[in-house]
Every structure is written in structure tokens, then in C-alpha cells.
């Protein structure tokens, strides 16, 4: 429901400069109840590189005008280097970055209309600075809310998982954040001073992907950032919010038992996005239950959040497999601590019959998959308004090695990661095996729950890696993705095991063969608690007035028009993703990228490339960078760098 009338009347403050020590200023958009000036009130931070102008307002207008209606200061910070902030950005989640952050909240707590109480919150990026601040204590930092985000960058974030480097998340990313910094901040904000502003940030910008492929075990770098190190050291409230769709939801557990702060979990059935729009539904008023959170945290009202189970989470119903959901069925459960107190481990048995009960003799299997497994897979990250979820996993199941149940008598329920356990021994010195559990239908369809990756050599963890001798045996253990769904009666739960993913993973140096000997799935059943129906429902979603662009095609492109503030753009992308499938180093993956920004004779075109291959030691990173002011080309920039391989 679209709500116009508020509380209180809303005052927008365009764009404002926060000024840093260092003399780099931040740009900040800003929304006020109009009598904030009389009556200060708290401010909640969104802290983000995406452009507060012309990036993130379609979203930013259902959120921040509807919270300065409740009596809160909204407020939308461009990072340094990025929008219209000056300075430069060399990295994600740097300490710079932190460092800013910081002092932005030591600004807003001092101003006029502030009360000198602020909140963080944020999605994806936003979640996880809103962690890593935390953890660094400002004092008037009260509370955050962090969505869709992570407590460990190496594990659970889009550039490694299981020790294998994510391939089509990674690389996507790191490109469309490269293409997203090289574009200049706006002339009608910033005047003049657009033009050096702009040629100094393109030709410093550094090739992100480069620096993160040099890290290819988890040191120092990932550790940086990552508040799994010391959850201790976050000494405010956290809510931690995310979606069973989405790839960040595995940390939202580790939060819940590794922070000792007030906290609360939600997690929905949703992809990336704010559970007020995010997709797939069912959507909440999660905008009503943030406020509930600030009310408590920022005003010291009783709203009795706080005496809610500590987790909310989304039951998920079978559903036919689908690369897209609009709603996913289901019902709300709750759990007043984590672990949960009724959850207990289903052990079956990877056995010669299929996964059983009981333990039983199982003939060694070998698996050596195409290195095409992996179509079905969907993105890692899936943002649910395309077509980029996992769908039937049959074809990519009949080229894996299969155990499965016999058609169950009575429904089985999980909540939280399931983990398999394997005797395995290699024929190369480095190998992936990847794990998924399917739901199959009685109509033979195959819908994967859950799934978990491993590079072998990273075994014994990800800090140390060690390459496998041939035919040697070792005892792994794999930890799926955290999931709440349901296995009907008379539906069959699958493990399937391959040791390709493709465009999911990299594939490794060599096309390797991995005998199992012995193996164990454990899955978390919670039993149904007649308690989860008397829970109260979340309110209808609400948001205030929407923002949206005008439509317009120009020569082919798809061309959207900011009316509000008369600026044009328009992106066309192209990415394609190879490998043979009896050759892993026949892997190529290839993004480019066009963007456009014009208002009037103003025009502004960038073309971003981006290649990635490999050989057996070494990958191969190739990129380019053309700027363009009208017909002028006014930067070029090329990159070629050979990067050998770690354990990967």
C-alpha cells in the first residue's frame, strides 16, 4: 500500500556535504520531518557507492520519505569516490571506507535536527558496513538493521565459496561495480567541477576483480571486514534480515549465536531485496517492523520487539522448480533462540541401496562430471525480478552421481544447514565437489533446497590449503546453505554430487575423478510447533510514493529518463560463459558493458570490457576502459595481468 499521509510533513534536502577531517567531502541526500528543526529527531544512516542521484532513488523513495514521516532523519551517503562525493574509492568494505563512516555518524548526531542518536541500516553493501561500523563502536551508533549481508567475506560472499572462486556472481559483480565508479558525479550538483572530478576517479580506478583474485585463500584480506573474527566487538543491537532465495543467508544463524548484543533474525522466502517489495513473496510491512526496532532502540519507546522469538522465519513449501517465483507457499515460524531448541539432526546413509536410514555397505562410486554440470544452478545470487533461480535439476542431476530416499511416508521439515559428510580420495592434486538436496516430485522433477561447495584442497579449512595426493583417503565435511523447507510425503530427498558447477564455480586445473567410499547426510528436522499458528501476522507491506523513470527506446537501447532532475541513461550488457566439457581450461568468461548519461548537450558514454580465462597455473585477467564526453574520448585504459593459481 502506497501511503501518502504521514505523521509528520517531509522536507527533502537535495544534496548536502558532509565535510571529513582529511578534506574529502561526502554527498548526502536527506529526509526530515518538517519541524525536525524544533523537535530533533534520530537518524538512520544508508551508507552505500551506488549513486543516491540516479542509482538507488526508485528504492530510496519508498523508504527514506515514508521513515521521516514516522520522525526519523533518513539519510542516503554516498561513499568517497563514488556520486557525487569527492575523494577516491580503491576498494569494497576498506578501512577508509570505515574510517568515513565513522565521522558521517559524529556529523549527523551533531546536527540541529538530530537528537544525537543514529541507526544504520542497509542491503547487501549497506548490511555490511552496518556490521563492520558497528564494530569499530561509534558512540552514537545505537542500533543497525543489516539485510542481506555477511559476517565473513571469504565464505559468503560473492567471490569464493568452499574454497572455489564463483565464477558468474564474481565476476558480474566486480564488473558492474568497475563500470558503476568510472561514471562522473552530476554537473547540476556539483558544477564544474564534474570534469576533473570525473578524469581523476577514471584514471585511478583500479581493476577490482585483479586484487580479489590475488587472494585466493582466506588471509588477512578477507579477514578485514569480516565481524566473525570478533563479535565482540559489536556492542549495539543488530537485527539481521534475509531471504532463503537469496545467496546471503547463511550468516544470519552465525549471527544469532555468535553475537551477545540484543538481537533478532527475519528471514522471508525473498531474493536480494527489501521484504517490503522483494520477490519472491510474500512481501511484509517491513517497513512497519523497522520502525517498531528504531522506535525501541532510538526513542526508548516499548513497542515490545524485544519480546518476540529471537528468529522469524519462513516455512517453504514443495513448489514446482521454476527459474522464477512470484510467491513461494509456506507459513511463519518462530524460534526463541539459535540453535533452536527442537531441532535435531536426521542422520541418513549414503549406501549401495540410496540414502537410507540405517547404515549399510556402500560399493565405492566414482564421479568425474562434465564440466557443463551446472545449467540448472541459477545465480548465486538471484534478485528475483528475472529469470535467475535455480530450476529443475533434472538434467544437471543425470550427469551426477545420485542417492536418494524412497518416496517419503511422512513429511520431513529442516531448518537450518544440512551437512554431508564424505570419504573421498582424488586422482588429481586439487578437485571441487559440489552437493545439492533436492526435493523430487512425484512427477520426477527435481527441486533443489539446498546445496554446498568444496575445493578438496581446502579441506582441513581455507586458510591453509593442501593439495590431495592420488588415491590418499580423507574424511570431508560440507556444509550446505542454511534453508527452512518442507519434503512432502511421498516426494524423495536426493543428494546429488558432482565435481563441476558450471558457471556457478571455476573449474579446476585438471578434469578430475573423486572416489566416494562412505557418507552421511545430516539433515536439521524441526518437528511442527503448534505454536507458530498463534504467532501475529506482519502487517500488509507499505512503502511511500514510488519514483519511477519514463521508458523511452533510442536506437534499440532502452533509455530511462530521471524526470525529476532531467537526466538520461541507458546500459547495454552482454555477457557469455564457455567451457567444453572434457577440457576445464577451455573456461572463458567475457562481460562488456556500454553506459550512457546525457541531460541536454551534457553526454557522457562509457565502454567497460572484461575477460577472464586460465591455464593450468595460471589465469588470465583482461579488461579495458574507454571514456567518452560527447564524440571526445577522454580516457583509455588497458589491462592484461597473469595471476597463478592458489589451490584453485
Not at 522465519?313 to 521454476?322: D, R
Not at 503448534?530 to 523511452?552: C, H, N, W
Not at 597455473?617 to 583509455?636: I, K
Amino acid at each position: 500500500m502506497i501511503v501518502t499521509n504521514f505523521p509528520n510533513a517531509v522536507r527533502v534536502i537535495e544534496h548536502t556535504l558532509i565535510p571529513l577531517r582529511d578534506g574529502t567531502q561526502l554527498a548526502a541526500r536527506i529526509w526530515l520531518p518538517d519541524d525536525a528543526q524544533r523537535n530533533p529527531v534520530p537518524a538512520v544512516l544508508e551508507y552505500l557507492p551506488y549513486r543516491k542521484r540516479d542509482g538507488t532513488y526508485e528504492r530510496d523513495a519508498l523508504t527514506h520519505p515514508y521513515l521521516a514521516g514516522h520522525g526519523y532523519a533518513g539519510v542516503r551517503v554516498d561513499l568517497r569516490g563514488s556520486g557525487e562525493s569527492t575523494g577516491l574509492l580503491f576498494d569494497e568494505y576498506a578501512k577508509q571506507e570505515q574510517d568515513d563512516g565513522v565521522e558521517v555518524i559524529a556529523w549527523l548526531a551533531a546536527q540541529p535536527w538530530c537528537n544525537g542518536s543514529v541507526g544504520m541500516m542497509g542491503i547487501s553493501w549497506g548490511g555490511f558496513n552496518g556490521l563492520q561500523i558497528a564494530a569499530r563502536r561509534p558512540p552514537a551508533l545505537k542500533a543497525i538493521v543489516t539485510i542481506c549481508s555477511t559476517d565473513d567475506r571469504y565464505t559468503d560472499d560473492a567471490h569464493y565459496m568452499g574454497g572455489a572462486f564463483l565464477t558468474k556472481a564474481g565476476l558480474e559483480w566486480a564488473f558492474f561495480f568497475f563500470s558503476l565508479m568510472c561514471l562522473p558525479p552530476d554537473p547540476a550538483l556539483v558544477g564544474d567541477s564534474w570534469r576533473p572530478m570525473w578524469l581523476e576517479r577514471l584514471q585511478n580506478i583500479p581493476l577490482f576483480q585483479e586484487n580479489w583474485l590475488q587472494h585466493q585463500r582466506r588471509d588477512a584480506y578477507w579477514q578485514h571486514g569480516s565481524v566473525r573474527e570478533d563479535y565482540a566487538a559489536i556492542q549495539c543491537p543488530v537485527y539481521a534480515v534475509g531471504g532463503w532465495t537469496d545467496g546471503y543467508k547463511n550468516a544470519i544463524p552465525r549471527l544469532l549465536e555468535g553475537l551477545k548484543v540484543p538481537r533478532k533474525a527475519l528471514i522471508g522466502p525473498w531474493a536480494h531485496g527489501y521484504p517490503h517489495f522483494a520477490l519472491p513473496g510474500p512481501q511484509i510491512g517491513f517497513l512497519q517492523e523497522i520502525l517498531r526496532w528504531w522506535d525501541y532502540w532510538l526513542k526508548g519507546i516499548d513497542t515490545g520487539v524485544m519480546d518476540e522469538p529471537m528468529l522469524r522465519a519462513w516455512m517453504t513449501e514443495s513448489v514446482k522448480p521454476a527459474s522464477h517465483h512470484d510467491t513461494l507457499p509456506g507459513r511463519w515460524i518462530a524460534e526463541p533462540s539459535w540453535p533452536p531448541p527442537g531441532v535435531m539432526l536426521r542422520r541418513l546413509f549414503l549406501t549401495d541401496a540410496g540414502l537410507r536410514e540405517a547404515a549399510a555397505p556402500l560399493t565405492a562410486r566414482a564421479v568425474c562430471s562434465p564440466q557443463t554440470v551446472g545449467k540448472c544452478a541459477g545465480d548465486w545470487v538471484p534478485f528475483g525480478r528475472g529469470r535467475d533461480q535455480a530450476r529443475d535439476q533434472q538434467e544437471d542431476d543425470t550427469r551426477s552421481l545420485v542417492f536418494e530416499t524412497t518416496p517419503r511416508d511422512q513429511p520431513i521439515e529442516i531448518l537450518g544447514a544440512p551437512i554431508v559428510a564424505l570419504d573421498v580420495a582424488s586422482d588429481r592434486p586439487i578437485a571441487n565437489l559440489v552437493v545439492r538436496l533436492c526435493d523430487v516430485h512425484p512427477s520426477g522433477e527435481s527441486l533443489r533446497v539446498s546445496y554446498g561447495v568444496l575445493n578438496l584442497a581446502h579441506r582441513e579449512g581455507h586458510e591453509q590449503p593442501a593439495l590431495l595426493a592420488a588415491g590418499e583417503r580423507h574424511r570431508v565435511r560440507i556444509q550446505l546453505n542454511d534453508a527452512g523447507s518442507v519434503f512432502p510425503a511421498g516426494h524423495k530427498v536426493r543428494l546429488a554430487i558432482s565435481t563441476a558447477y558450471w558457471p556457478m564455480i571455476w573449474p579446476g586445473p585438471d578434469t578430475a575423478t573423486v572416489r566416494i567410499f562412505a557418507g552421511t547426510l545430516d539433515l536439521p528436522q524441526r518437528p511442527p510447533n503448534p505454536a507458530d499458528a498463534r504467532l501475529t501476522p506482519f502487517a500488509e507491506p507499505e512503502t511511500a510514493p514510488p519514483e519511477k523513470p519514463t521508458i523511452v527506446r533510442r536506437d534499440g537501447v532502452r533509455i530511462e529518463r530521471i524526470d525529476r532532475i532531467g537526466l538520461e541513461s541507458g546500459t547495454q550488457d552482454k555477457t557469455e560463459y564457455h567451457v567444453e566439457d572434457n577440457d576445464p581450461l577451455s573456461a572463458v568468461a567475457e562481460l562488456s558493458r556500454t553506459q550512457t548519461l546525457s541531460r541536454n548537450k551534457w553526454q557522457i558514454r562509457v565502454e567497460t570490457q572484461l575477460r577472464l580465462s586460465s591455464t593450468h597455473d595460471t589465469f588470465r585477467l583482461q579488461a579495458s576502459l574507454r571514456a567518452f564526453e560527447g564524440a571526445n574520448q577522454v580516457c583509455r585504459r588497458d589491462w592484461d595481468r597473469a595471476i597463478p593459481r592458489d589451490f584453485l
